[in-house]
């Protein structure tokens, strides 16, 4: 440990670029991260929230929610043969109309008010106080507005006047905000007379019924249209920046063992073990690397403040642990070939190295 520390402060320049470049690639690494979370977080929050354990689709849907069409008969049907209390859900994509501004497109999840389980609010009524035209809605909704309680908002297919009694978070689709409304504001009728469903959603123990398929609900959010293929390449992005982190890393102090093999060859000569000179090899690599990650996290901290508002970036705790212990793995992974190098130094032939 001596060793590693007297090398980091007789060559401070040396390590501090080394220290910058660390920084500047974790700095990415969570950038995307963050950035891939938050866009998979907006596009189904309000389907992982889904107050259910369990969800009811048409078979021929194939697990895509917005595909699945059932009638007010299947519905009453499958209802029936369930034991748990159960509420069917119609997911309307529309808009609210504002005056001389841009409408605002939002998801409209119709639900039984009177057995669906309550959300968790931040203020205002919950799913079982709805009337006719309550709605419950998203506080994403105030990215485009100033939105109050007992607002008046005008649905575009109907023109319905809808009155928010509630605001709930965490609850967005294809990042557009949701709305919670009881089947009574009709807005399961806008392709005919007839009401349309999506989905019975029930909790409690599986039951299957012939002719539907059941999901959970992280078998849903797989479903959803395009979720899938991003986070897919985003991931790739990732696993990638991990690789060529690994590699700057280890390429960087490959070079500067090389650059001291003399130097190790001459410990050796005065006794000093291979296991001090790879323990002080990796105590520099897990120093630098520990650096790295405590100046990139305050980074990405405070950019986290000062990003817009509705810029889908979202990195929890877990994540930004997560991702830098396997940063840390990595590099120390990487720093064992500088470690191997150095362990087959000569000392004989490193004293008789001319510079």
């Known amino acids: 440990m001596f060793l590693a520390f007297k090398e980091l ?45 369990y969800i009811l689709l048409n078979e021929d849907a194939t697990g895509a929610i917005v595909k699945s069409e059932l009638t007010l008969d299947q519905v009453n049907a499958l209802r029936g043969q369930l034991e748990q209390k159960s509420s069917p859900l119609t997911m309307t994509t529309s808009a609210i109309v504002r005056e001389n501004k841009k409408d605002i497109d939002v998801v409209y999840f119709s639900v039984d008010t009177a057995t669906y389980h309550d959300v968790d609010l931040v203020k205002g009524k919950n799913i079982s106080d709805l009337k006719a035209n309550e709605v419950i809605a998203d506080e994403s909704i105030k990215l485009y507005g100033d939105y109050k309680l007992n607002d008046t908002i005008i649905e575009k297919m109907t023109g319905n006047e809808l009155t928010i009694v509630g605001f709930m978070k965490d609850r967005t689709y294809s990042n557009m905000p949701t709305i919670y409304a009881d089947f009574s504001s009709n807005l399961n009728t806008y392709y005919g007379n007839k009401p349309f469903y999506n989905a019975v959603m029930y909790s409690g ?74 323990n002080s090899i990796m105590i520099q690599v897990f120093l630098l690397t520990i650096i790295g990650l405590l100046f990139s996290l305050l980074l990405i901290l405070g950019m986290s403040q000062v990003i817009p508002e509705g810029m889908p970036f979202r990195l929890s705790p877990m994540l930004m642990v997560s991702t830098a212990v396997l940063f840390l793995v990595v590099n120390l992974l990487g720093a064992l070939l500088s470690v191997y190098k150095a362990a087959k130094v000569d000392a004989l032939e490193a004293i008789g190295r001319v510079e």
């Open 9 to 53: 402060s007789y060559s401070k320049l040396r390590y501090s670029l080394i220290s910058l470049i660390i920084i500047a690639i974790l700095f990415l690494v969570f950038f995307v991260t963050g950035l891939a979370n938050g866009l998979a977080f907006g596009d189904s929050s309000s389907i992982r929230n889904l107050e259910a354990d």
């Open 205 to 278: 123990s599986k039951t299957p019924v012939k002719g539907f398929d059941t999901f959970t609900k992280k078998e849903l959010v797989k479903s959803i249209p395009g979720y899938t293929e991003t986070q897919g390449s985003l991931r790739m992005i990732v696993v990638f920046l991990f690789i060529i982190s690994a590699f700057v890393s280890t390429v960087f102090f490959y070079v500067i063992t090389i650059q001291k093999l003399n130097q190790f060859g001459i410990l050796k000569a005065i006794g000093a073990k291979t296991s001090s000179i790879a």
